[in-house]
């Protein structure tokens, strides 16, 4: 990787980016194919049901990240404006405190195992602990190639659920090791295969056998400094920033209303990336969410405060169950060229990167409503989509958009006057000039 700074890259004409970023990124044009075509309709054919063709979303690069002293270039697939735009920002701030310090736990997963028709759950629990070390050894034979690659069965647990509205029951808890894969088919057929014998020891009945999204032994964490002097822009002094955007936060760590909108701003970054790769978005929000209300009542992800020297200071942690192997990682063309382009050789790197990222587009949300709201930067970008929806085309785009901003009106019955206006006006001129 050579840099994840590319000054200008914005303005480039969309054909000229794809080999600037192969060069920025130090490979070339052979070792990174285009970030075009992605799956054919034969390929969806044998992913899901029913297929009748393909789904695309807009795949952008966010810039100037560097993860753990390694520069970074990210590809997030997103349809919403502004979070390639903010987390690349954020990502140039965050590079004068020296980037993003990121951690993740070695990738364990959890299954469970519901037991039913136990009279004595207390007696039955203590039958399944009895033979935990030859269920962890049974567990560790069913997939032989992860055991040869360092994972397999780590522990096994019983829980016991007192009351529920079918009464109380007992959840087997395995804990599984799954290397560089998300690991859910690895975890499930594990679980399938422990039942009948957690069946025979406890006299119960195996019910549900499923891994947990809620993958709390499996947690990324990203943390960042801002000096405070790089937050002031315009008529904000760095410390008014600072403050507003410890402020928002506050309000997010205090009131799940607001909070369930703060998380949605660091899945916008966090789902983009995980999207990008192949990876299950709706398996990293379930856990992000569970993990977000684990006290009891939801609340941040994310924290942020001052240091003693005033700067500003974030962290986030959450669980990130990714990977870099099976599934659409290794199906998608698209997704194994994200990969490639990020220059990750872990799982366990990929999370890291993916939670920082997470957490520069929560600064990027934060700043904006602490400073000049929301809407300023978002609507600039959502204005070209409105004007595109309203019929624009060609240089009409950016003339619809321009005009809405100015206004201060985004809305698609006056994208279409102006551009009825617009488009009558281009007409003149064409019958003013084919009459010279």
Not at 31 to 51: C, I, K, R, S, Y
Not at 225 to 237: C, M, Q, R, Y
């Amino acid at each position: 990787m050579n840099t994840s700074r590319i000054p200008g890259f914005y303005n480039l004409p969309i054909h000229e980016r794809y080999p600037t970023l192969v060069q920025a990124a130090g490979l070339t044009l052979e070792e990174l194919p285009p970030f075009e075509g992605g799956l054919t309709p034969e390929q969806a054919d044998h992913m899901v049901e029913n297929a009748v063709g393909t789904f695309s979303l807009p795949l952008g690069i966010a810039l100037n990240f560097i993860v753990n002293g390694r520069e970074v270039l990210v590809p997030m697939a997103i349809e919403e404006p502004s979070v390639i735009a903010g987390a690349s920002f954020m990502a140039k701030l965050a590079r004068a405190g020296g980037g993003f310090f990121a951690t993740a736990d070695a990738p364990l997963m959890i299954g469970q195992i519901q037991l039913l028709n136990l009279p004595d759950l207390p007696s039955a629990r203590l039958k399944i602990l009895e033979h935990k070390a030859a269920l962890l050894t049974e567990a560790n034979e069913i997939d032989p190639v992860l055991k040869k690659l360092g994972g397999g069965a780590r522990d096994l647990e019983v829980r016991i659920i007192p009351d529920s509205p079918i009464g109380g029951f007992l959840v087997v808890h395995l804990i599984y090791d799954v290397r560089d894969a998300m690991g859910a088919n690895a975890v499930n057929t594990a679980c399938e295969h422990l039942a009948p014998r957690l069946e025979a020891i406890s006299g119960g009945k195996a019910h549900l056998r499923i891994l947990s999204n809620l993958a709390d032994r499996r947690l990324a964490r990203a943390r960042c400094t801002i000096p405070v002097d790089e937050l002031a822009f315009g008529e904000f002094s760095g410390e008014e920033v600072r403050d507003g955007i410890i402020a928002a936060w506050a309000f997010a760590a205090a009131d799940p209303y607001r909070a369930a909108t703060h998380n949605k701003g660091i899945l916008n970054g966090v789902d983009a990336v995980v999207i990008a790769t192949g990876n299950d978005w709706r398996a990293v929000e379930a856990g992000a969410h569970a993990y977000a209300a684990r006290s009891g009542r939801y609340t941040s992800l994310s924290s942020w405060g001052k240091d003693a020297e005033g700067n500003l200071t974030g962290t986030l942690e959450m669980p990130l169950a990714v990977g870099i192997v099976g599934g659409a990682t290794k199906v998608h063309p698209l997704a194994k060229a994200a990969l490639k382009l990020m220059g990750v050789q872990t799982a366990t790197e990929l999370a890291e990167v993916i939670v920082s990222v997470g957490l520069a587009q929560n600064l990027a949300a934060l700043r904006a409503l602490a400073t000049e709201g929301i809407q300023r930067g978002h609507m600039s970008l959502h204005a070209r989509q409105v004007a595109i929806a309203a019929g624009a085309s060609g240089d009409l785009i950016e003339r619809v958009a321009s005009q809405m901003v100015a206004e201060k009106v985004v809305r698609i019955d006056r994208a279409i006057e102006i551009l009825q206006a617009l488009s009558g006006q281009t007409t003149r001129n064409l019958g003013d000039q084919s009459r010279e």
